[in-house]
């Protein structure tokens, strides 16, 4: 039985009210009470609310929701929104840095602005763990939340639409349109599930790079993106060092630390165990069957890492969500129903065996595998390069940018460093655009106009 919804406190109203960790979209209130696919045990109400807290009438009258579809992956049939569509590996499969291979791959992209006549303004925009190609974009049909870039890209943001062309696509293995493991297997005419293969950062960058090849891209203005997204913005410059002019990786690594690795196997372990998942082939369960309390729990440990303990401190401190009138197991505070709200959220639009799929093409992540360890892998950036780290960054600390830096500086690269002050933790890069839009815009406008 799914635990009734509870009002919000202001204090987590306020965090609610940010964006979203990967997606950076509104929260809207009705949106936090959890359903069919919660994690949370069944807790008591929130009937006992604290003084000035009335229970929300048009709350408490909505009827009961269907239950979840098992998987929240795009399908064909969908609303299609502002995706457009590369079918690749047709001919030939597309062999996997890993191994194993692909046929009959498709990416799927979204692009905004016009692609000059010489190609020479085209940006690409690489999206973290759940995000997708709709960067920048209203909600609506086929993309259930706003563009999670929306305030860094538009007519004159700091990804000038109106002066570059902009392309974003899903990455391989994702669940919004590019081939995944919720997508159709050619050869058995069934969902891939579990016999999906393992996916490497570099193999992404290669499907992008077929993409840019479609759209006439010879050379990118620049490859921009951070965490999962600034990883691919390195394999661009390490991988096709002639096929960028310049890259911007932001609150990302060089390699993936023993920690960044510890956090992303529990979040695995979470939707292993999960009794729903069925080994990765869930896709025939029915309705509500989905593994939707393994993936919120994995959802839920990476929201802690997306955060600092200042923000969780300052916004939730020991505010209550449930009444302590008697103590049981299953009370909670609102940092709690912070969680529970974010993984109820991501099963409604994210497929499970996708996140165990970049989720470890992140744990891969490894610039000097196979080439001589990272120092020797660095010096085949040679492109104008900007660093940029948190200042509050738990997940990806602020040293491991500093050292990217300086590691291109001592090989002669061009390179510029800023820190994003702010108390949000990893989330920062997505929602602190006030602060990054100028040092974006200048960089970008120094790159187009040949001033670097």
């Known amino acids: 039985m799914a635990p009734r919804r509870s009002h919000r406190s202001p204090a987590s109203r306020a965090l609610f009210a940010h964006r979203d960790a990967e997606e950076s979209s509104p ?15 069944e807790h008591r109400s929130a009937a006992g609310n604290r003084p000035g807290e009335g229970l929300d009438s ?29 079918p690749t590996a047709t001919e030939r499969p597309f062999h996997l840095e890993g191994g194993g291979s692909l046929r009959d791959v498709t990416v799927a992209y979204e692009t905004w602005g016009e692609l000059d006549a010489a190609a020479s303004n085209a940006v690409l925009v690489c999206h973290a763990l759940t995000g997708d190609s709709h ?24 990804v000038d639409t109106d002066r570059y062309f902009v392309v974003c696509a899903n990455v391989l293995g994702g669940c919004q349109g590019s081939t995944g493991p919720a997508s159709v297997d050619p050869g058995t005419g069934r969902p891939y599930g ?3 293969p393992v996916v490497s950062i570099r193999d992404m960058v290669r499907a992008q790079g077929l993409l840019a090849n479609h759209l006439g891209v010879r050379r990118w203005l620049t490859v921009l993106g951070g965490s999962m997204g600034g ?11 002639h096929r960028v002019r310049s890259i911007i990786p932001i609150a990302t690594c060089t390699a993936a630390s023993a920690q960044q690795i510890a956090w992303s196997y529990m979040g695995r372990r979470a939707v292993h165990t999960d009794p729903n998942f069925c080994d990765g082939d869930y896709y025939d369960n029915p309705p509500g069957q989905g593994p939707h309390r393994g993936l919120a729990v994995a959802r839920g440990i990476a929201q802690i890492t997306y955060r600092s303990e200042g923000v969780f401190a300052e916004r939730f401190g020991r505010n209550l969500l449930d009444p302590l009138d008697e103590f049981t197991l299953w009370q909670r505070f609102d940092v709690e129903g912070y969680l529970d709200y974010h993984g109820d959220k991501l099963v ?21 595998r196979g080439r001589g360890g990272v120092a020797k892998a660095l010096r085949r950036i040679v492109v104008p390069t900007y660093v940029m780290s948190i200042n509050s ?26 820190e994003i002050d702010s108390p949000h933790g990893h989330d920062a890069f ?14 970008l406008d120094d790159v187009h106009s040949s001033r670097i």
């Open 194 to 196: 579990s016999r999906f």
């Open 393 to 418: 960054d738990a997940l990806y600390p602020n040293y491991q940018q500093r050292e990217l830096y300086a590691e291109l500086l001592s090989s002669g690269t061009p390179t510029r460093y800023f």
């Open 430 to 443: 997505l929602l602190e655009t006030q602060q990054v839009t100028p040092p974006i815009a200048e960089f």
């Open 58 to 86: 048009s709350v408490a009258a909505e009827p009961a929701e269907e239950p979840l579809p098992v998987t929240g992956a795009w399908q064909p049939g969908d609303p299609v929104g502002r995706r457009q569509f590369l």
């Open 27 to 41: 929260h809207s209130p009705r949106d936090f009470g959890m359903t069919s696919g919660s994690v949370a045990p």
């Open 348 to 368: 409604r639009r994210f497929d499970a065996n996708t996140y165990l799929v970049l989720n470890k093409s992140m744990d891969l992540h490894d610039l000097g």
């Open 231 to 241: 990883m691919q913005v390195l394999e661009w410059a390490v991988m096709y060092p």
């Open 135 to 158: 960067a920048a974009g209203r909600l609506g049909e086929g993309h259930p939340t706003p563009g999670w870039w929306g305030d860094l890209i538009g007519p004159g943001l700091a």
